[in-house]
């Protein structure tokens, strides 16, 4: 019988000085997924470009250049959301009483549908209903600001509303009333009930993005009695035409050129082309559910409507042949193409609620789904508390857009304090000194010293914190400060 080997000690002190050189240098084996050693070398992270980080944050492409106001229905708010990045930016509360809904009304007391921009976007108007006694009310915002500027009473149940295209009214459909009020926006008082018929809904817009109008003489009403659309001249404020198509219509808009208004009939299962110059259906599209609510594209080739069964399907105006369908989520019900025309949001009643297992004020998740025009397929979606309605994409300046300048060559005089100031200290304190957030610092020479002001930009004041910059910045930027008049 053979002997084992002795052990020996020089042999174990290698083994171990060994295995302590590889920990201590990182080069202990890679694990597989059932945790396995392997002579895998670990993969390198690939460093990002600006371009890449903005697209991954988009959810995977980057959306138009744009802010998108939401009306947020039953959470009484309007949603404001990035339209490139796809975020939820914030969300404005209507004021307003809170009492409490004693009847299964649809909209509810305190629904925010209407979304409308006047066509400099100077002001922003929605509606709200606080009583079911008493009439609705028309508010208007500075869209730079937030803040109300005046509020109009409308008639009872003010649903969905649309300017003309002189911004001289806003047209308000009264959904539990036969009328459609006419508020004038200079006096900011109701010179006008145009008499339609029990459940007027949506009224087409007259601009979609750019500010540019449409070209129409009359705006279309949806009615849900009798599944009537109501042509109005929005000069002689009356209705000048009546057609009736059974089952109850909801969304009506004109295509971009104001040649033609489409219309969503639904239990009907069709969608009406109206000429605009006749007035006479020229064409109807059938589905296989009802339609709920349509747009185009800036271009005016396509148009987007979705039906229930969560259905979304996309039409060429001209042969009226289906380009794409695709399925969403609960209720898709109204929708917005992006001014670049590459995105269709829909604004669901729902969301998917094994994405979202949750509740949001005491209801399911509501929120957008944004999808690709092109094939039709998702992008990205935000949830949000409560069921969105009516929207309206505005360019950045609407609401106030940073006009960050281009960075001083380094040649020029006090460059590199400027260069600093612009990255740090720019959005609190304005691009020329005059004050955003924070404080302006125009004439501050004559209020600090130099070594006064180097002290605030090191250690901070008020709410402004420190260390915001080195300190060989804050003492260039408080040198140059104190230079400019």
């Known amino acids: 019988m053979k002997k084992r080997p002795a052990f020996s000690l020089k042999k174990f002190i290698l083994i171990l000085a060994l295995g302590v050189l590889l920990s201590s240098c990182n080069v202990a084996p890679n694990e597989d997924e059932e945790g396995q050693a392997t002579n895998e070398k670990p993969a390198v992270q690939k460093e990002e470009t600006e371009e890449e980080l903005a697209q991954r944050l988009a959810g995977g492409k980057l959306g138009s250049d744009s802010i998108a106001f939401i009306g947020g229905g039953t959470s009484n708010k309007i949603w404001v959301a990035d339209a490139k990045y796809h975020k939820m930016l914030t969300a404005i509360e209507v004021e307003g009483p809170k009492l409490e809904r004693t009847q299964p009304y649809y909209p509810n007391l305190h629904d925010v549908h209407a979304m409308v921009f006047s066509n400099d976007f100077e002001v922003m ?7 079911y006694d008493e009439p609705s009310e028309v508010i208007a915002y500075d869209p730079k600001t937030f803040n109300e500027l005046w509020r109009s009473e409308a008639g009872l149940g003010g649903h969905h509303a649309a300017l003309s295209p002189d911004n001289k009214y806003l047209f308000v459909a009264n959904q539990y009333a036969d009328t459609v009020s006419v508020i004038d926006t200079e006096t900011r008082q109701k010179v006008k009930d145009i008499t339609t018929g029990m459940g007027n809904d949506y009224i087409s ?19 849900h009695d009798g599944g009537r659309v ?9 209705v000048v035409k009546e057609l009736t198509f059974g089952g109850m219509v909801h969304g009506v808009n004109l295509s971009p050129d104001g040649k033609y208004a489409w219309a969503a009939v639904m239990n009907e299962n069709i969608v009406p082309v109206i000429d605009v110059e006749t007035l006479e259906v020229v064409h109807t599209i059938e589905t296989e559910q009802s339609p709920i609510h349509l747009s185009f594209s800036p271009d005016g080739q396509f148009v987007y409507f979705t039906t229930f069964g969560d259905q979304i399907y996309k039409y060429n105006t001209e042969t009226y042949e289906q380009v794409w369908n695709v399925t969403g989520t609960s209720i898709p019900a109204h929708t917005g193409v992006s001014p670049d025309g590459r995105e269709l949001w829909t604004l669901n009643h729902a969301m998917d609620n094994n994405r979202y297992p949750y509740q949001l004020g005491g209801s399911i998740a509501g929120g957008i789904q944004i999808w690709d025009t092109e094939d039709g397929s998702l ?56 004050g955003a957030s924070g404080p302006s610092l125009e004439g501050i020479s004559e209020r600090y010293t130099v070594e006064e002001i180097e002290n605030i930009i090191k250690h901070g004041q008020g709410s402004m914190p420190g260390g915001l910059v080195s300190d060989e910045e ?12």
């Open 205 to 223: 817009p007259i601009m979609y993005w750019n500010g540019e109008v449409i070209d129409s003489p009359y705006l279309f009403v949806s009615v």
């Open 379 to 434: 992008i990205n979606e935000m949830p949000a508390h409560g069921t969105p309605h009516e929207m309206q994409f505005v360019p950045y300046s609407a609401v106030g857009a940073l006009d960050i300048p281009e960075e001083i060559d380094e040649a020029e005089p006090n460059a590199q304090a400027i260069n600093s100031y612009r990255q740090s200290c720019l959005a609190c304190h304005g691009a020329n000194l005059e």
């Open 230 to 238: 109501f042509a109005i001249d929005w000069e002689a404020l009356e």
């Open 474 to 485: 804050a003492e260039l930027i408080a040198e140059w400060l104190h230079q400019v008049e």
């Open 125 to 131: 108007y929605t509606v709200n209903w606080y009583d």
